[in-house]
C-alpha cells in the first residue's frame, strides 16, 4: 500500500516518463559527460541495490498487501500475462491464448520448457493449483474475488489450461497476470504456515537467497530463465526505514536507486556528484495519496463530517509546500487523464467557514470554550498514523493537523514502523486514520478496495466502506467489455465517492526514482523504467560488486 513502491495493492506499477535528467561533473566542479544509457558492450555482472523504507511481509504474493513484498516478488514469480513497456497485455508464462467470440471462455497455451527454481518443470497443474489456493475460503488473501468470477476452470493437457466465466467479466484477461505458485512444493500444506513465505521458488528471472529481517533481500541471476538471464547478477534491497539515512547512502553509493522525495529531487541533487553517477526521472505516477478514515468509528460516521474535514484540508498548500510542485490535486481513485476518470465530480476547495458550518450541523461545538469542538461531552479528537520513513506523509500530517486544528479539531500523529503498521494497525483495523496511497492497475476494476464484501480484517477495504449503490455499480462495471458503458459506472462511482468522502483524496504525486549511471539499458516507457530490469547492465570496467556462492 504505499504508493508507493511501498502503497499496498496487489497491481503494477504503471507510470508514464516526461522527463530525464543528465548531465556531468565531479565533486571538484571538473565536467564530464554521462554515457548515453544504452552505450557499451552489454555484460553480465554487478548487483543492483535498491534502498526500501519497509520490509518484506510475506514473499508468497497472494497473502501480503504491500507493495515492497509484491515489487521483490515480481521478480521471483511470473503470471500468464504482463503488460508490455507500451501497456499492452502479453504473454508472459502463456505465450498464446483464445477467447471465445462471447468472450466467456480463455484457453491459454503455456510456454514449454519453463523451470522453477528448483529445475521442476512448469505446467498447467500449477495454474490450477494457484487457482484453487486462490479461491479456497482458508486462504486469508485480499486478490480471490476476480477468481471467484471463474465458472469452471480446466487442465485440458500439460501445457493448456482453461478458464470459463458464466457472464462477461472485464478484467478477466489482466487478472491471470496474478503471480503463479508451485504445485509440487504448496499442494497439501496450509499455505498460510508455510517456510515457503520466506523461502520461494518461482519461475522469475531471480532466485531467492536470503532474508535477513530489517536489513535486506537478496536474489541472484536465474540462468535458465525462459527470457534470458538478466544481465546482473543479483538484486539486493537493502532495508533502511529512513529516507534521510537512505539518501546519505546513495551519496556514498552504497545504494544504486532509490525514490526520491521532492526536496532531494529538486534541490539535493542538483550537484555535480549526482549529475556525473546517477540520473533522475520524473513522470506522473498511477498512484494516489490519501487520508483514509475508519468508518467504524463513530466520529467519521456522518457524511457531513467527512466532508468538513475535506474542507479543512488545503491541498494546494501540501502540493506546493510538501511536493514543491512535483503532483496534481486528486478528486477521487482514478489520475486524471485517464479514460475512467471524471473531472466532473464535487470538489473541496479549501474553505474553513464551510468546514465549520457543515461541523455544526452535525452537532459539533465548542461548549466550553477550549478550542476544541465536543458533542455529548466528547471533544472531537482522533489520531492519525502513517509509516515510517515516508517524509512526505509525516509532512502531509503535520498540515492536515493544523488546518484541523483551525476549524477546532484535535488529532495527534503516529509514525509507526512499516511491517507493524501494515501487519498490527492497518491489516487489523486498529486506527482512527491514516495517511497512505494506492497504486492504480491499468484496469479501472476496483472491485477489491472499495466492494462492502472486501472489508475484513487484512482486506484492502480496509477503512470499511459501505456503499449499496458503489457495490451495485463496481459489479456491473466489471461485467460488461463495452468502455462506453464501463465508464458509466465508474463515472457515477466517482460521483458518489466525492459526496461521501471515505478519503480525503489528497494528491496524485509524481514518480522521481533515481538510478545509478553505470546501469546501462534503462530505458523510459509508457509503463515507466523498470519493464526492462532483466536488459540492464553495467560495462565490465564499471563493475563494482560480486555476488558470492
Known sequence: MNYLRHAVFFALLIVIPVLASCGGGDENGTKKSLPPPGTSTPAYGDILIEGSIGDASNLIPILSTDSTSHGISAMIFNGLVKYDKDMNIVGDLAESWDISPDGLVISFHLRKGVTWH??????????MYTYKVTIDPKTPTAYSG??????????????????TYDKPFAPALPSWGSSILPAHLLDGRDIANTPFARNPVGTGPYRFREWKTGQKIALVQNPAYFEGRPYTDGYLVRIIPDMATMFLELKAMGIDQMNLTPLQYTRQTENDLFRTNYR??????????????NLENPLFRDRRVRQALSYAVNKKEIIDGVLLGLGQEATGPYKPGTWAYNPDVKRYPYDPAKAKELL????????????ILDKDGKPFAFEIITNQGNEVRAKCAEIVQRRFA?????????????????????NKKKFDATILGWTITLDPDLYDVWHSSKTKP???????????????????????????????????????????????????????????ARFRGVETAPIGIGYNLIKWYVPKAEQRHLMTQ
Not at 280 to 292: A, E, V, W
Not at 411 to 425: D, G
Not at 508 to 515: F, Q
Request: net charge negative.
Open 406 to 426: 483551525d476549524v477546532g479539531i484535535s488529532v495527534k500523529i503516529r509514525i509507526i514502523e512499516w511491517a507493524a503498521f501494515i501487519n498490527e494497525f492497518i
Open 458 to 516: 487484512g482486506e484492502l477495504n480496509f477503512v470499511s466502506y459501505r456503499n449499496s449503490e458503489v457495490d451495485e455499480l463496481l459489479e456491473r462495471g466489471r461485467t460488461t467489455f463495452d468502455r462506453a458503458e464501463r465508464k458509466k459506472s465508474y463515472d457515477r462511482i466517482q460521483e458518489i465517492m466525492a459526496e461521501d468522502q471515505p478519503y480525503t483524496f489528497l494528491f496524485v504525486p509524481d514518480a522521481l526514482p533515481i538510478v545509478s
Open 146 to 163: 476476480d477468481f471467484l468470477k471463474v465458472k469452471k476452470a480446466e487442465v485440458i493437457d500439460v501445457y493448456t489450461f482453461r478458464v
Open 360 to 371: 455544526l450541523a452535525a452537532g459539533w461545538k465548542d461548549t466550553d470554550g477550549d478550542g
Open 118 to 127: 528448483d529445475g521442476r518443470p512448469f505446467t498447467a497443474d500449477d495454474v
Open 280 to 293: 533522475k526521472y520524473r513522470y506522473p505516477s498511477f498512484g494516489y495519496t490519501y487520508l483514509g478514515y
